[in-house]
């Protein structure tokens, strides 16, 4: 699961921060102290919940959730604020929830539990360009992603795109979702992996993909944890 959280307080943010990695140990938890930083990170790199203050100087939640609107994959939007006569003009933007600063460690696990059914219940996409077309592929049929020079193939079953992007990148966004780095050049949707070797994983189709020295104890680990559920 990926996390945002914006707010101007950088001792909040660090306490926010600690309270989620103490439940979510599997999550990836990024903190902005400046909201035009946060929705440029937006632009190319969305997340699962956003935790995002009310009022902050420069731009406020407010302005910063009107934006959300234009993103295709919108977050799971958690106002937090000390205020709360804001509340009220906050619902416009549809929240999926709130929380109280002051009783943030007394709410957080519940509203962590809430966030997890919601997002279980949604099929994600991942949306690129290919050519000149503007594509929109559900997660679960994705099996991996290949560098090809300044490109990326992406395969599904029976089908190859190519976009312009970097495994690097793509990992950034997806790795919460699933997808695993196995290898420098190789991003793999963990669902599809059927067997795991010690230089490769094979795919449910037969695919081989190689494991990298440098990316094999963290990919290794990762996929077991899945496989063994």
């Known amino acids: 699961m990926k996390i945002y959280i914006c707010d101007d307080e ?8 600690n309270k989620i990695k103490n439940i979510l140990q599997d999550g990836f938890i990024t903190s902005f102290t400046d909201g035009k930083q946060l929705l440029k990170t ?39 604020t000390s205020h709360d006569e804001l509340v009220y003009d906050s619902l416009q933007y549809h929240p999926f929830g709130f929380i109280r600063k002051s009783y943030f460690e007394r709410e957080i696990e519940k509203l962590l539990k809430d966030c997890e059914k919601e997002l279980s219940k949604k099929e994600r996409h991942f949306t690129f360009k290919s050519g000149t077309e503007n594509m929109r592929i559900k997660l679960s049929e994705i099996l991996y992603f290949e560098s090809d020079g300044n490109y990326l193939k992406l395969f599904t079953d029976g089908q190859e795109y190519r976009l312009r992007d970097t495994v690097a990148a793509v990992e950034n966004t997806l790795s919460s979702s699933g997808f695993v780095r196995l290898h420098r050049g190789f991003l793999v ?33 990762r996929l077991m944890r899945y496989m063994l559920k």
């Open 10 to 17: 950088p001792q909040i943010v660090r306490d926010m921060e």
């Open 189 to 221: 949707n963990q669902a599809a992996v059927k067997r795991l070797g010690t230089e490769e994983a094979e795919l449910g189709n037969g695919v081989k993909i190689p494991i990298g020295k440098n990316y094999a104890q963290e990919a290794k680990k």
């Open 42 to 80: 937006l632009e190319s790199a969305s997340c699962n919940i956003l935790f995002l203050d009310i009022d902050m100087p420069e731009i406020s939640g407010l302005d910063i959730a009107k934006e959300l609107e234009k993103i295709p994959e919108k977050p799971l939007l958690v106002f937090v």
